[in-house]
């Protein structure tokens, strides 16, 4: 628990909460309050549990919709309901993708220490999961953290996501963790940026690295954003 309410006034008077009591929560750093017996917890709860599912259903509206834009299904409706919960189509986004092994007792930690980072150093991204991969939606341009440049290029976020994985990497030693990062692009089309991101994790994953971003792929680039496998096959020969 992390704190203790004691409605008064009935079973509970204010005499009863002795100063042993007090000094003990005090001592190990307990929060104690007394509340009147004529107000029920429910009134002063209520708003919070209220607000903790609206923005569950908000996320999962979210997430919904990005799994939608990225399949292809429905893209205007994903990128509808995107708008209305604060995604812009005149802003650019980027797909970040994160596979990871290790121990199971350590994945739903992994994954709450993803959404703590992103939520400090990356504002506006979103989280959700596709397969095996954590899929993040990063905002390309508004962050005060990274600059863009004149051409609109997020200035630095590569290396800022880099640095994500390794203090990730660092956080959890005992789990093997690969990520690539897609480029910048709008919203409507952000499936080539995913696409992208899953090129790259695959570069890191077969360079062994922690961290690919499609932009410093190189010569690679031309070759994963070929998506005919006949048209590379067919030049080999």
Not at 2 to 27: A, K, Q, V
Not at 117 to 143: A, W
């Amino acid at each position: 628990t992390c704190g203790l309410i004691l409605n008064t006034g009935m079973y509970l008077s204010e005499h009863d909460i002795t100063p042993e009591i007090r000094n003990f929560c005090e001592e190990h750093s307990y929060p104690l309050f007394t509340m009147p017996w004529e107000i029920h917890i429910y009134d002063i709860t209520r708003n919070y549990y209220n607000r903790i599912f609206r923005d569950t259903q908000s996320s999962d509206a979210v997430t919904e919709a990005v799994l939608d834009l990225i399949s292809g299904s429905d893209p205007e409706h994903a990128i509808s309901v995107l708008t209305r919960s604060g995604f812009s189509p005149d802003r650019s986004y980027l797909a970040y993708c994160i596979n990871t092994d290790g121990p199971e007792q350590e994945k739903q930690r992994f994954e709450t220490a993803v959404k703590l980072e992103l939520k400090i150093h990356f504002p506006g991204s979103h989280v959700c999961r596709f397969r095996e991969d954590i899929l993040v939606i990063l905002p390309g341009t508004g962050n005060p953290e990274h600059n863009t440049s004149e051409a609109g290029t997020p200035a630095g976020l590569n290396d800022a996501v880099r640095k994500l994985a390794r203090r990730l990497s660092r956080s959890f030693p005992r789990r093997s963790i690969r990520s690539g990062l897609g480029s910048a692009s709008e919203l409507r089309d952000f499936p080539q940026s995913f696409s992208q991101a899953r090129s790259a994790l695959a570069a890191c994953t077969a360079a062994g690295e922690i961290f690919r971003a499609f932009d410093d792929l190189g010569f690679y680039k031309i070759l994963f954003s070929v998506s005919d496998r006949n048209i590379l096959d067919n030049y080999w020969r």
